[in-house]
């Protein structure tokens, strides 16, 4: 059965840091995997798709990286914002010969940036 | 991406009613998934919605408390039966696009009073 763990739990930061939140996995035949951003109370938006064979993926100040082998995976934020305040969620979904798992969902970090 | 609309946003209900949340997607699709969510807790898959057959419900949910229908590719109603305090959380439809991407609506705050 997939467990997935995010470290750390809550995170607070002044504006402007570099930030890499966690996510680990204990089965690595994964499908894909995707983080998520949640603002209290709401529902999710997807930020980055990683398939299995990618190593990373980036979109603006986001990247995150994949080593499926270790069961790993890191979203990296630059230049931090009070905008970037939310709840991060990491979610791999399994493979299973090739037929799609369902999404297996972290705690989540919760990430305060503060001006 | 696809756009998904779900209502209501919130509401505060009666133990021992029923709510029914509907979520509208802008284009077809071929999985819809509901989600729950408890306060302080992660996401967990309630059923996949299948469209033109029964809803398939993970372990520890069943049909008759959160009754599923799929009238066609783009809308699906989750209900929320005889609800106890317990059943306080927020209840998320999501989608897959392209099979490989799940997209999620903002959700539906429920509190059970």
């Known amino acids: 059965k997939q467990e997935v763990t995010q470290i750390p739990a809550a995170l607070s930061v002044p504006e402007g840091e570099n930030l890499v939140l966690n996510c680990s996995f204990t089965d690595s035949a994964i499908y894909n995997l995707q983080w998520f951003r949640q603002d209290p109370g709401k529902g999710l938006t997807s930020l980055l798709l990683?398939?299995?064979?990618?190593r990373e993926q980036t979109s603006g100040r986001l990247n995150a990286s994949l080593d499926k082998s270790s069961g790993r995976s890191t979203l990296y934020i630059a230049a931090s914002q009070p905008g970037d305040s939310a709840t991060y969620l990491c979610?791999?979904?399994?493979?299973?010969?090739?037929?799609?798992?369902?999404?297996?969902f972290g705690k989540g970090t919760k990430l305060s940036v503060k001006p | 991406s696809a756009v998904i609309s779900q209502k209501p946003s919130r509401d505060i209900c009666q133990r021992g009613t029923s709510l029914t949340i509907q979520c509208q997607v802008d284009s077809q699709v071929t999985m819809m998934f509901w989600y729950r969510q408890q306060p302080g807790q992660s996401l967990t898959l309630i059923a996949t919605a299948n469209q033109g057959s029964e809803a398939t419900y993970e372990s520890g949910f069943v049909i008759d408390k959160f009754p599923i229908s799929r009238p066609n590719l783009t809308f699906s109603t989750l209900t929320v039966s005889n609800m106890s305090p317990e059943d306080s959380s927020i209840y998320l439809c999501s989608v897959l696009e392209l099979v490989t991407e799940a997209f999620f609506g903002q959700g539906t705050r429920l509190t059970v009073v």
């Open positions: 990683i398939q299995s064979s990618q």
């Open positions: 979610a791999p979904r399994g493979d299973y010969g090739g037929s799609q798992g369902n999404l297996i």
